[in-house]
């Protein structure tokens, strides 16, 4: 009967199988539950005239640069504009550009969306870059208040994270002395000063702000159409000075 008997402990062996098949019978279960999968991104449907539409409105884009770069070359034939000024960029119009040279000029002026405003120090490039944006944009020589009360409302520095990183506001000068610092720039009055003179670490400065995201202006645009350009009565173009009434609207 001795030989028959069950011993009071299981060998340690038995157990390790156990904990082994308990092992396996949990990825069993973990493979058996379904995967959720990504959602696939919509894609919008657009009728066929859209794409037509698309199309003329390049086309139309591409012979109106052509036009204008035969016929006054790459600077806008006004007397009134005046190279290496500080300038005041806002793209009012053209949610969707059909045009690639239009679309690739506006980000490069730093205007990816509507109702986005940049600086630019109106050098020969920047210029013939407004010259081919000129129905998108409105652009002109600001005053000291716009640009002071625009910083203030409307700036923002970039995350550090990348691209897609969220804005930073501007809450206190230890955060424009840890970022811009090195250039000499320790106060907000700093990052006025360098903008205002155009100084040596004035694209420095511009790059470490975000794009400002605007307002449109109180009561809206006027009946002038927004395409046609300022000089044959429309919103579009250079302003020279009035660009600063337009602005007192939206900020």
Known sequence: ?????????????????????KGRLKQLSKRS??????????????????FVANHRQAERDAKRMKRN??????RLANSEIQENRLVLVLRHRG????????????????LPLKRTVAFHKLTPEVHAKLKMVEPFVVWGYPNDSVIRELVYK??????????????VPISSNKLIEDRLGHAGIICVEDVLNEIVTLGPNFEEVRRAFRIFLVNNPVDGWKDAPKGKLRSIGGEAGFRGDEINALFKRIL
């Open 1 to 21: 009967m001795e030989q028959y008997r069950v011993p009071n402990k299981l060998p340690s062996e038995e157990i390790h199988i156990l904990a082994q098949r």
């Open 33 to 50: 539950e379904a995967v959720p999968r990504k959602p696939k991104p919509k894609r919008k449907f657009q009728k066929a005239s859209t």
């Open 69 to 74: 770069f035969l016929k006054t070359g790459f």
């Open 95 to 110: 949610q969707h550009i059909a045009n690639v040279d239009v679309l690739n000029a506006l980000r490069s002026l730093r």
């Open 154 to 167: 409307y700036g923002t520095f970039r995350g550090l994270s990348g691209p897609g990183s969220k804005a």
